[in-house]
């Protein structure tokens, strides 16, 4: 089982110009890690476009050079890539699948909603997802659609099987089911026989302000069983790859109604309610993404010591049962 990194797991590194794309893969090839998932994402609040490029992301640009040099990298350091974009377009479907192609990578993840339930969007997916079969043939490039916080298993599932194709898949996420009320080990259970990718996180529930909200911590730190996790995808999916998306620092609320995936309640298993990883005094929870400039230089530590943390956690596990 080969282990990439997503390039979320340094968003504050590439948000202050720390590190591009080519510096991450280096990057990731010094961690002894074997692929990576490049966010093609712009254009989100907080960005810099100075920094993150305003439609392709991390990836910065799409023009033929680029992307060239951004093969031969990989090349050097023979690593995987898969691309992770948002939204249903057929054109930016496949303008990303065409993207892909040009860099080797092999699969496209995408997800439907953006920060709220749209069940229009899901209505509308597959039939537009039908629309880049054809492409997706003609690379061998698969395309795996996210449980991205909004959206329940079951909802996920039922998108593939109304597409019916092989190139079309799930992007099985183990941590975002909290956000839709949902028990990871059930969901990960119904994702993963569709599973093409994956993303490895975990997490806690925080009190804020007399709410509770979806924290992200170093994989194994949390409430996320993320050896049992491992161990379904390994008996039910055919995945030969994990990604870890180290959610740290990392804030989120609830995204739908109370028992829409089968949990009502807070403060028991997985929903137990810890103290927050932070305690900057510029900060606050919902700022933990994008932290107050007196606070950059300690956050970027911390989530640095995370992350490799969470990387020797997921080794761990690999080595325990596939080695």
């Not at 609040?45 to 031969?72: A, R």
């Not at 379904?232 to 804030?251: A, G, M, V």
């Not at 997985?270 to 606050?284: A, D, L, R």
Request: hydrophobic share 35%; aromatic share 8%.
């Amino acid at each position: 089982m080969k282990i990439g990194l997503d390039t979320e797991s340094c968003h504050l590194s590439f948000h202050n110009g720390l590190i591009d794309i080519f510096g991450f893969i280096k990057k990731v090839s010094d961690l002894g890690l074997d692929g990576v998932m490049i966010n093609i994402i712009g254009g989100m609040e907080g960005d810099n476009d100075k920094y993150i490029h305003p439609v392709w992301g991390c990836l910065g640009g799409s023009d033929p050079e680029h992307l060239e040099k951004v093969k031969m990298e990989l090349h050097k350091y023979n690593m995987y890539a898969e691309l992770a974009m948002r939204g249903i377009e057929p054109e930016k479907l496949s303008d990303a699948v065409e993207v892909a192609h040009k860099i080797g990578a092999d699969l496209v993840r995408t997800y439907c909603c953006f920060g709220k339930y749209d069940s229009e969007s899901l209505r509308k997916a597959p039939d537009n997802f039908k629309k880049i079969v054809p492409l997706l043939k003609k690379y061998r490039i698969k395309f795996a659609v996210e449980n991205h916080e909004e959206e329940t298993s079951d909802e996920i599932v039922s998108i593939i099987n109304k597409v019916g194709s092989p190139w079309l898949g799930s992007h099985c996420d183990i941590g975002n089911s909290m956000m839709a009320w949902e028990d990871p080990l059930k969901a990960v259970e119904k994702l993963a026989p569709s599973a093409f990718t994956s993303h490895f996180k975990d997490h806690i529930i925080i009190e804020d302000n007399g709410e509770y909200k979806i924290c992200g911590v170093p994989l194994g730190q949390g409430n996320i069983d993320i050896d049992e996790c491992f161990r379904i995808l390994l008996d039910k999916s055919t995945l030969q790859r994990i990604n870890i998306e180290h959610s740290y620092p990392f804030l989120s609320v609830f995204k739908r109604e109370k028992g829409t995936g089968g949990i009502s309640e807070i403060g028991k298993g997985v929903f137990e309610i810890k103290k927050s990883p932070f305690n900057f005094k510029h900060h606050t929870p919902l700022s933990y993404y994008h932290p107050a400039p007196e606070d950059l230089e300690d956050t970027i530590k911390a989530q640095e010591k995370g992350l490799l943390e969470s990387i020797n956690h997921v080794k761990e596990i690999r080595d325990k049962y596939c080695r």
